[in-house]
């Protein structure tokens, strides 16, 4: 079965700081992996999506994400934090559906990014 | 402009009542999905369809149910077996080019609180 472990559920940097959020997944068979944003009491916003072409992803707002398999990994990073960047983050992975994913997502428990002046 | 309508926006209910949650897409897409959201627990799965006429359970249906008369609608009843239902649910839809090309589209959510 697939899942998703997003490390630290509260992230804090400085504007202009480095933003590192973790994302590691389980999966039997190479997954697509995504990143999605959610501002408070709203939907979700697909940041950018890994589908087994190239490794480094670029996404909208700055945001760009490395699949790494030998880590299991799929950080997600934006060189300089806005203000605007504050927000809740979810990564979730999907297994291809000839495997029987189904094209169901699996989300991980989020990280609240908090942005300060 | 394309895209997935939740509604209401805000929703109480009352301990024994069963409620529904309206979800409506206009993006011609197959397949829907359920999802709730609780603080610190992420969004997991309460029910999916695939197509029109079928749906499966997710992670965690019990307490809930769906239909799937019309491809555009995929309401989610919240029955009074739901011991716990104070949540924030979210609509989803995928098209059939699958996940890969086209992910899925959210709906802006629905947060139920039981009174």
């Known amino acids: 079965a697939q899942s998703v472990t997003q490390l630290g559920s509260h992230v804090s940097v400085s504007e202009g700081a480095l933003v590192l959020l973790r994302c590691n997944y389980s999966?039997?068979?190479?997954?697509?992996l995504f990143w999605y944003v959610q501002y408070p009491n709203q939907g979700l916003q697909l940041l950018l999506k890994y589908t087994s072409a190239a490794t480094l992803v670029k996404g909208i707002n700055g945001f760009e994400a490395e699949f790494k398999k030998s880590e299991t990994s799929f950080h997600l990073t934006k060189p300089s934090a806005h203000m605007s960047d504050a927000a809740e983050y979810f990564c979730?992975?999907?297994?291809?559906?000839?495997?029987?994913?189904?094209?169901?997502?699996?989300f991980g428990t989020g990280t609240q990014l908090k942005v300060e002046l | 402009d394309g895209g997935i309508t939740q509604s209401p926006k805000y929703l109480f209910r009352k301990e024994g009542q069963n409620v529904t949650l309206s979800c409506e897409q206009n993006?011609?897409?197959?397949?829907m999905y359920w999802y709730r959201q609780d603080p610190g627990q992420g969004l997991r799965l309460i029910y999916y369809s695939q197509i029109v006429n079928d749906f499966q359970k997710g992670d965690i249906a019990e307490g809930y149910s769906v239909s799937r008369e019309k491809k555009e609608s995929f309401p989610l009843t919240v029955t009074s077996a739901q011991k716990n239902p104070t949540a924030f649910y979210l609509c989803a839809s995928r098209g059939s080019s699958g996940i890969e090309r086209s992910g899925y589209t959210f709906g802006s959510g629905t947060r139920l609180t039981v009174v």
């Open positions: 993006l011609n897409h197959d397949a």
């Open positions: 999966s039997s068979v190479p997954p697509y």
């Open positions: 979730a992975v999907s297994e291809p559906v000839l495997t029987g994913g189904g094209n169901k997502l699996t």
